[in-house]
Structure formats: structure tokens, C-alpha cells
């Protein structure tokens, strides 16, 4: 044990032994994932709390102090609902999908680091932009495939919009995020945030980060983007005809996202771990946790916020604002990040 | 590469696990009702397998396009530096060609998503230019 805990603190990750690359990545994994499951349980208390507070109602206090125990209540019912598996679906298909958008929203948050020292990241790939992109775009595959499977007109009608707004918005998405790899000079997460010591990026790159922020949006079909659930008009999308924990983790995967994609966006463009000051009486490597959580914490507010504030999109201003107005922006800025780059070569924390 | 598929070992069995616990939980009843798609409350009517609008084509193919070329860029990316000017010229004729393929679809009006009559497409994607 003793020699374990020195390997970790000293050996960079890439030379741990396998075993304890497994089991610093079971014990980390695990608090990731509970702590995201439960995170995303408070998150739909949190959204339903605010949102009533900005339309001047109460929300939900049934449930405990504030509505507190109101997610037990949700997860404990939507366990013991049937779990309906209906004749005319494609069977093996339809309960893949959810699994899917399950592990393709999850699996990302394995390359962000949390803090300094270097066990504070399951695993900092040398690739990890691509790996985030990569996931992304794999995560498309669970909507088509739910879509598709439920042999339903509203839900094949949801995962073909979804489908088309998730890849169109993709674009953008990995364009903007192109040109903070520039500016690092790496695709390594860990990188990227070291390469902000000085100068967070949303400075260097307020454009891009405005763009990234609205394609995010986009991505995880989150208001005013939700139009593969616009109730109105396709009852619930790719979901309909799911029931029980099946939809619940179609539910949770969207919950999950958005805390994932504020994690990404804190630690792209407001400097990861890195805080404004050293707060008194803490330990160094909890210091790092604590002001990337309050990052990520304000940045879920952001979203619920926008979702309060604006209005549903019509599908061809959504396909319009993605293709004419966002991918042209993107390469404006890449192009004029390039140039400032190579008039500027410090820039980004370069010597 | 283990710490990843340990990682992703984690979270399967959470979601398996809780695709399980229900389907163990949940009481099961079928009847002629409940086994239909749901259209509303109204009979369904036809098969689920329709006929897409051919905007969702194009889009699917623009995509595997401009993703690629995307894709292509991350490599210059990590070298803008040591690559200079005479790398930045050469890249922009790379992201010249690509764009011109997307003024291209836009100028055809391959970007309009509205439903429009044949006299009035027309007219909209001459006006865009």
C-alpha cells in the first residue's frame, strides 16, 4: 500500500504498472460516477427549483426540507414503473440505446483533470480533445438508435432531428475547440489547463469561447436548441416509448452532459483547476478541485439560466444559425488565432 | 488504455445495474393497448419506417465532409508555431478549397431548410448570393 501511494505521487501516469493504473482508475472512476449519478439526481431538483424562483413559484417541497428528498422520491419511483419492452420495437437495439448515451456521456470526464497532482485524472490521454470529440459524436449513435428502434412515427421524427442538429452543430463545436489547441500547443486536457497559469483562454479567445458555448448547447439538445423534444409537436422525440429506468437514463445521460460539458468548458477556457487566489487553510491539491467544482457550478446555473430565458428555435433558424452563421465564424477565428499566434509566439504560455 | 476500460467497466455496470433493478422491480402487463406505437391516443396508421426529407441527406453528407477536413486541421494545429508563415499560407489554401465547397451548397441553396415551392426555391437561392 505504501509503495502503491509512492508510485502514484511520483512516477509520471504514463509508467504506473497496469494494475495500479487499474486500481487508481476503480477508485477514482467510482467516485466520479457516483458522484455524477447523485450530482445529476440534484440536478433536475436544482432546474426544476430555479426555473420556478425565475417564474415566481415555489417548485417542488413536498419531498423533505426544500423538496431535498425530491429525487429519491423520482428514483425510487421510476424504479418499481414497468419496465415496458413493447412487442414492435427492435429488442436488443432498444436497450443498448440508453446504455449508450449512458457511457458515451460519462466516459469523457476520464481525460479532465480535476486538480493538480496528476491522480487526480483517470487518465490523461495525449489525445484527450480528440477522445472528448470522439465521444461526442459516438454519443449521436444512441439517439439514432433509439430513434430507429422504437419503430414509432414521433420517435423516428425526434432522432432524425436530432441527429441532423447534433452533427450539424459538431462542426463548430471541434472547430472552435481548434483553435484552443493552438494556443496550447497540445490535444492533452492537462496541457491545455497548464498552458492557462497566466491567462485563461476565454480572454485569448472570447469569440471561440462564445461559439464552443452555443454549440454545446446544441449538443446536448438542452432549451432553446430541445427541438428532438419539442412536446408540441413530437410528443417527448427519440424517448417516447421508453418507460421506467430506461427512460430515466436517457434522462440522466442529458443531466450528465451538462455537467460533463461545463467541465469541459471550465477546463478549456477558464482555466481548469487553476484559481484566482489561494483560499486560506486548504490543502494545495483540494485548492485545484475546489475552484474547477465552483466553475463547473456556475456554469450549470448558466444553462438552466438560458433555458429560463429564451424561447424554442424554429428547425431551419436552428440549421441556419448552425451552418451560416457558426461554422463561418469558427474559421474566422481559427484563422485569425493562427495569425496571432505566429505574430505573438508566447502567447498561451509558450516561453 | 486500462485505466480507460476500467473507467468505462465502472459506469456500464451502473447502467446495467440499474436497467436491471428495474426490470426486476417493475410489474409486467401487456394488453392490446399498450402494445401499440403511440400516436396520440389515435389509431396508428402505416408503417413507423418513413420517408426522410432530402435536407437530412444532405446535411449527413455535408457532415462526413467538412468533419474530415475538420479533422485534417488538428495535426497543423499542433505545430502553427514552427510551421510559421509559409505553414499558415498553405493552410489556407487548404481551408480555401473546403470553403469554397460550402459557398458552393449555399449559393445552390442547399442550405435552406424551409418548405418552399419550386418558383420560390429558386428565387431564394438566387437572392443569397
Redesign the interface.
Same mark, same amino acid.
Given at each position: 500500500m505504501k509503495d502503491f501511494w509512492h508510485v502514484i505521487n511520483t512516477l509520471p501516469q504514463e509508467q504506473w504498472p497496469?494494475l495500479y493504473?487499474?486500481i487508481?482508475?476503480?477508485i477514482l472512476?467510482?467516485v466520479?460516477?457516483g458522484a455524477l449519478?447523485s450530482a445529476a439526481g440534484y440536478l433536475v431538483l436544482l432546474e426544476r427549483k430555479v426555473l420556478a424562483w425565475m417564474q415566481h413559484r415555489v417548485g417542488p417541497n413536498r419531498c423533505g426540507p426544500f423538496g431535498l428528498l425530491q429525487p429519491l422520491a423520482d428514483v425510487l419511483k421510476?424504479?418499481?414503473?414497468?419496465?415496458?419492452l413493447?412487442?414492435?420495437v427492435d429488442k436488443w437495439l432498444f436497450?443498448a440505446a440508453?446504455?449508450i448515451i449512458?457511457?458515451t456521456a460519462?466516459?469523457s470526464l476520464?481525460v479532465v483533470p480535476f486538480g493538480q497532482p496528476q491522480w487526480l485524472v483517470?487518465?490523461d490521454?495525449n489525445v484527450g480533445i480528440?477522445f472528448f470529440l470522439a465521444l461526442s459524436?459516438l454519443g449521436v449513435y444512441s439517439i439514432v438508435l433509439a430513434g430507429w428502434s422504437?419503430? &414509432?412515427?414521433?420517435? #423516428? @421524427?425526434g432522432g432524425?432531428r436530432a441527429?441532423?442538429q447534433m452533427?450539424?452543430y459538431?462542426?463548430s463545436m471541434?472547430?472552435s475547440l481548434?483553435?484552443a489547441?493552438?494556443l496550447a500547443?497540445?490535444?492533452s486536457l492537462n496541457k491545455i489547463v497548464e498552458a492557462q497559469s497566466s491567462l485563461w483562454f476565454v480572454i485569448l479567445q472570447p469569440l471561440g469561447f462564445v461559439i464552443f458555448v452555443i454549440s454545446v448547447i446544441a449538443e446536448s439538445r438542452r432549451a432553446p436548441f430541445d427541438l428532438p423534444e419539442a412536446e408540441n409537436e413530437i410528443?417527448a422525440g427519440f424517448h417516447?416509448?421508453y418507460s &421506467?429506468?430506461?427512460f #430515466? @437514463?436517457f434522462f440522466l445521460g442529458e443531466y450528465v452532459a451538462v455537467v460533463l460539458l461545463s467541465f469541459v468548458i471550465s477546463t478549456i477556457y477558464l482555466g481548469g483547476y487553476h484559481g484566482l487566489f489561494d483560499i486560506p487553510y486548504i490543502p494545495a491539491a483540494i485548492e485545484g478541485p475546489i475552484w474547477l467544482l465552483a466553475k463547473v457550478g456556475f456554469f450549470i446555473f448558466f444553462f438552466i439560466w438560458i433555458r429560463a430565458t429564451y424561447p424554442r428555435f424554429r428547425?431551419?433558424h436552428l440549421?441556419?444559425l448552425g451552418?451560416?452563421y457558426m461554422?463561418?465564424l469558427s474559421?474566422l477565428n481559427?484563422?485569425a488565432t493562427?495569425?496571432l499566434?505566429?505574430l505573438f509566439?508566447t502567447l498561451g504560455g509558450?516561453k | 488504455m486500462?485505466?480507460?476500460i476500467?473507467?468505462?467497466l465502472?459506469?456500464?455496470s451502473?447502467?446495467?445495474a440499474?436497467?436491471v433493478?428495474?426490470?426486476l422491480?417493475?410489474?409486467?402487463?401487456?394488453n392490446a393497448h399498450?402494445?401499440?406505437?403511440?400516436?396520440?391516443g389515435i389509431a396508428?396508421t402505416g408503417d413507423?419506417?418513413?420517408r426522410?426529407a432530402i435536407?437530412?441527406y444532405l446535411?449527413?453528407i455535408?457532415?462526413i465532409l467538412?468533419?474530415v477536413e475538420?479533422?485534417y486541421?488538428?495535426p497543423y494545429?499542433?505545430v502553427?508555431?514552427e510551421l510559421?508563415?509559409p505553414g499558415?499560407i498553405k493552410?489556407?489554401i487548404f481551408?480555401f478549397f473546403v470553403?469554397a465547397g460550402?459557398v458552393y451548397i449555399?449559393l445552390r441553396g442547399g442550405?435552406?431548410?424551409?418548405h418552399l415551392s419550386r418558383t420560390a426555391f429558386k428565387k431564394a437561392s438566387s437572392s443569397q448570393s
Open positions: 497496469p493504473s487499474a487508481q482508475s476503480l472512476g467510482g466520479i460516477v449519478l421510476l424504479l418499481t414503473k414497468e419496465d415496458s413493447p412487442p414492435f436497450i440508453p446504455a449512458m457511457l460519462i466516459l476520464a483517470v487518465k490521454l480528440l459524436s422504437s419503430n &414509432s412515427k414521433y420517435a #423516428a @421524427l432524425l441527429t441532423a452533427i450539424s459538431e462542426l471541434s472547430m481548434l483553435a489547441v493552438m500547443g497540445s490535444l410528443v417516447t416509448e &421506467s429506468m430506461k #430515466a @437514463l428547425y431551419d440549421m441556419e451552418w451560416k461554422i463561418p474559421v481559427l484563422i493562427a495569425v499566434i505566429i509566439p509558450h | 486500462v485505466a480507460i476500467v473507467f468505462s465502472v459506469i456500464l451502473q447502467a446495467v440499474a436497467v433493478t428495474s426490470y422491480l417493475g410489474i409486467r402487463r401487456h399498450k402494445d401499440m406505437p403511440f400516436e396520440s396508428p413507423a419506417r418513413l426522410m435536407p437530412y446535411v449527413a455535408m457532415f467538412f468533419d475538420i479533422l486541421l488538428y494545429a499542433l502553427v508555431r510559421s508563415w499558415l493552410a489556407m481551408l470553403f460550402l449555399w442550405l435552406i431548410w424551409r
